[in-house]
T-cell receptor, first 113, second 114 residues
Framework: GDSVTQMEGPVTLSEEAFLTINCTYTATGYPSLFWYVQYPGEGLQLLLK?????DKGSNKGFEATYRKETTSFHLEKGSVQVSDSAVYFC????????????FGAGTRLAVHP | IAGITQAPTSQILAAGRRMTLRCTQDMRHNAMYWYRQDLGLGLRLIHY???????GKGEVPDGYSVSRANTDDFPLTLASAVPSQTSVYFCASQIRPGLGVEQFFGPGTRLTVL
């Protein structure tokens, strides 16, 4: 079945460091890919998405490119801030999964001043 | 209100008791979802509804039931709670079910079953 694998956390960085959170997927057909972010005590909110191969999603300085050849959707940011501390979830939706979201386990990011 | 509201915010429940978690959205979204979030497992789909009057089972439906009598409300019921149902529960909605369509999440309900 469809699945998402993302790197285990926690990831601890200093402010202004470069961030990469790896995400790979298994899916039938051509899934849409998402990154959701969960700030402490809140629900999830969409960070960015890509709906076809080679698309790049971007928002708030974060970006991720849909790589079908490597079945990956890695999240990157060039310079993180303390306010980026949160849990990040990679997710997919595919026709094989009846359009439902399949989530990875989540990666906790802690950014220190 | 704007968006999705969930109630209660948190609850401690004795095993064997019945509990209904409430979810209301005011965005007139057709599709609604219930997920549970457990450490190391991400979010897993419990039940979903593509439109008012219809429901379907997700990945982990056992022990839970839902109803969708109207567009706005999507309650989740635990008929007889067990400790393994201790979790954080999130309701979500989507303007329509489909690939690439964003889901909007409520703030969650933290449930502890003793």
């Amino acid at each position: 079945g469809d699945s998402v694998t993302q790197m285990e956390g926690p990831v601890t960085l200093s402010e202004e460091a470069f961030l990469t959170i790896n995400c790979t997927y298994t899916a039938t057909g051509y899934p849409s890919l998402f990154w959701y972010v969960q700030y402490p005590g809140e629900g999830l909110q969409l960070l960015l998405k890509a709906t076809k191969a080679d698309d790049k999603g971007s928002n708030k300085g974060f970006e991720a490119t849909y790589r079908k050849e490597t079945t990956s959707f890695h999240l990157e940011k060039g310079s993180v801030q303390v306010s980026d501390s949160a849990v990040y979830f990679c997710a997919l939706s595919s026709s094989g999964g009846y359009n439902k979201l399949i989530f990875g386990a989540g990666t906790r990011l802690a950014v220190h001043p | 209100i704007a968006g999705i509201t969930q109630a209660p915010t948190s609850q401690i429940l004795a095993a064997g008791r019945r509990m209904t978690l409430r979810c209301t959205q005011d965005m007139r979204h057709n599709a609604m979802y219930w997920y549970r979030q457990d450490l190391g497992l991400g979010l897993r789909l419990i039940h979903y509804s593509n439109t008012a009057g219809t429901t379907g089972k997700g990945e982990v439906p056992d022990g839970y039931s839902v109803s969708r009598a109207n567009t706005d409300d999507f309650p989740l019921t635990l008929a007889s709670a067990v400790p393994s149902q201790t979790s954080v529960y999130f309701c979500a909605s989507q303007i329509r079910p489909g690939l690439g369509v964003e889901q909007f999440f409520g703030p969650g309900t933290r449930l502890t079953v003793l």
